[in-house]
């Protein structure tokens, strides 16, 4: 049997875009998950009863990349092997040189998701291969859309990408600590205090998906000499805007040299 995609590697990101594309249409059997750990293997079958799950790539039309860097090479190569015509690797800071110096005639796309993919609200960035078509980077957008919004990038920025959409859950959830503190120092319990910010933030992003234009939602917002516009005074008088702006380049300086190693 040929499957349609061999997802090698079982791990949350794994797993998240074969839960979405279940939930997209895909049949249970056009997909197989590699799995070397036997328990993480039960665990799979027990969240997708009837999938294949195996310790070896097996026959398959394309495969997903999604094992540790230093395994991704050889994971390409092996599926390859068995016939894989489309490559799209998930695998952080591994060039697309380096993949296709293993896929052969294969067609390779590198792509750099973020965990809300695990909520089904990622945010992913692909870079196609020397060999890669408008179907090949379209067919990378259907997976990896399954999970979340896909945007299309050079490789070159993908380092970027890492340093913003890859880390930034990381900075959002730092903001949240800090809002949840802020109120409990202002007089809130720690519960009323953590259910206003979550509910902030969802709404906040629900509010930008629908109307966009961040500048012009924070404007609105900010009344002359209100409540907001203190409170952004204070944020702007501690350079946060700056301090965000540095993490991301730090962090897209980080990606660019652990991808050299």
């Known amino acids: 049997m040929t499957f349609r995609l061999a997802v090698v590697g079982g791990g949350n990101m ?18 197989a998950v590699v799995e070397v750990l036997a328990a993480r293997a039960e665990q799979l079958r027990g969240m997708f009863p009837g999938m294949e799950v195996t310790a070896s790539v097996p ?10 860097p230093y395994d991704a090479p050889s994971a390409t190569a092996q599926a390859v092997a068995v016939g894989a015509s489309r490559i799209l690797s998930i695998a952080a800071g591994v060039t697309l040189a380096a993949l296709e110096a293993e896929a052969g005639d294969a067609v390779v796309i590198r792509a750099m998701p973020n965990t809300p993919a695990l909520v089904g609200e990622g945010a992913a960035a692909i870079a196609g291969g020397t060999g890669a078509t408008e179907d090949d980077l379209a067919w990378a957008e259907s997976i990896l859309g399954a999970v979340g919004t896909v945007v299309r990038v050079s490789e070159a920025n993908l380092d970027a990408v890492t340093g913003l959409a890859g880390s930034g859950p990381a900075y ?14 202002a007089g809130l319990t720690r519960p ?4 206003l910010v979550t509910q902030l933030l969802v709404g906040s992003a629900a509010l930008l998906r629908e109307r966009g234009d961040a500048a012009g939602l924070r ?14 005074k204070a944020l702007e008088d501690h350079a946060v805007r700056a301090a965000f702006a540095d993490a991301v380049v ?3 300086r980080r990606s660019q040299e652990l991808g050299s190693q």
């Open 14 to 31: 794994g797993t998240a875009l074969v839960g979405g594309l279940l939930q997209a249409g895909w049949a249970t059997e056009d997909i």
């Open 172 to 185: 959002v959830f730092l903001v949240a600590e800090a809002l949840i503190d802020a109120g409990v120092l």
């Open 219 to 232: 404007a609105q917002v900010t009344s002359p000499g209100g409540t907001t516009a203190a409170g952004l």
């Open 250 to 252: 730090s962090a897209t």
């Open 192 to 195: 009323t205090s953590e259910a």
């Open 59 to 68: 026959a398959c039309d394309a495969a997903l990349i999604a094992v540790k």
